[in-house]
C-alpha cells in the first residue's frame, strides 16, 4: 500500500461545477498536511495547509479526518483556471524530513 | 515571497556526462531537498540536507550525490549520466517540518 494515495482521475467537471478530491494516509502519526497545485510542466505550489478543524480559502475548502486517515479538498464554483493537477501532501512526523507526495488528481474543467 | 531558483530550465546532455544541478533559495531555510518528477510516479526524494554540509539519502539516491557547501545553495551532481536519468528535476526548501515546502521552478534533463 502506497503512504499516500489519490485518485489520478481525471476529473472532468463543467465550469461552475463542486468537485471534491480524497487523498489517504497509511501513517497514522502524520502531522500535517498541505495541498498543492501543479499546472502542466511547472513546479508544485502550495494551494493551502489542511488543519484538523479544517479551513477555508474562498472557493476551496480542505479538511481533515485524523480517525479515517484521509484528507480532502472541495472546489466550489469551478472555473476554467483550476485545471492542473492537485497533489495531495503528508509530513509524516516531527522531527523527519521525509514528506510524501501523493501521485496527484488531474483535474480539467471545460467551458 | 520565498525565491527558489534553479540554474537552468532546460538541458540536454549525453551519455556519461557529469551533470550538475543548482538550486539557491533566498529565505535562509535550513532544509533543502532534490526530487526527480516523472509521468505516473509523482515526486520522488533523491536527497535531502538539513543544513550546511549534512546530507541524507532520500528514496532514490543511486547514481546521484549533492553538495551543500552554503546555506542558500544545494547542487545535485549526476556523476555520469543515463538515459534513465532524463526527467524533471524540482529542487525545494523549507523552514521547519510542520511548514510547506516551496519549490524551484525545475530543470527538465533530457540525457541522449
Known amino acids: 500500500r502506497k503512504e499516500v494515495e489519490q485518485d489520478p482521475g481525471p476529473f472532468n467537471v463543467p465550469e461552475g461545477a463542486t468537485v471534491a478530491f480524497n487523498c489517504t494516509y497509511s501513517?497514522?502519526?502524520?502531522?500535517?498536511f498541505f495541498w498543492y497545485r501543479q499546472d502542466c510542466r511547472k513546479e508544485p505550489k502550495l494551494l493551502m495547509s489542511?488543519?484538523?478543524s479544517g479551513n477555508e480559502d474562498g472557493r476551496f475548502t480542505a479538511q481533515l479526518n485524523r480517525a479515517s486517515q484521509y484528507i480532502s479538498l472541495l472546489i466550489r464554483d469551478s472555473k476554467l483556471s483550476d485545471s492542473a493537477t492537485y497533489l495531495c501532501v503528508v509530513n509524516p512526523r516531527t522531527g523527519g524530513f521525509k514528506t510524501i507526495f501523493g501521485a496527484g488528481t488531474r483535474l480539467f474543467v471545460k467551458a | 515571497d520565498v525565491k527558489v531558483t534553479q540554474s537552468s530550465r532546460y538541458l540536454v546532455k549525453r551519455t556519461g556526462e557529469k551533470v550538475f544541478l543548482e538550486c539557491v533559495q533566498d529565505m535562509d531555510h535550513e532544509n533543502m531537498f532534490w526530487y526527480r518528477q516523472d509521468p505516473g510516479l509523482g515526486l520522488r526524494l533523491i536527497y535531502f540536507?538539513?543544513?550546511?554540509?549534512?546530507?541524507e539519502k532520500g528514496d532514490i539516491p543511486e547514481g546521484y550525490s549533492v553538495s551543500r557547501e552554503k546555506k542558500e545553495r544545494f547542487s545535485l551532481i549526476l556523476e555520469s549520466a543515463s538515459t534513465n536519468q532524463t526527467s524533471m528535476y524540482l529542487c525545494a526548501s523549507f523552514k521547519g517540518q510542520a511548514l510547506p515546502q516551496y519549490f524551484g521552478p525545475g530543470t527538465r534533463l533530457t540525457v541522449l
Open positions: 501513517n497514522s502519526a502524520s502531522q500535517s
Open positions: 489542511v488543519y484538523s
Open positions: 540536507s538539513y543544513d550546511v554540509k549534512m546530507k
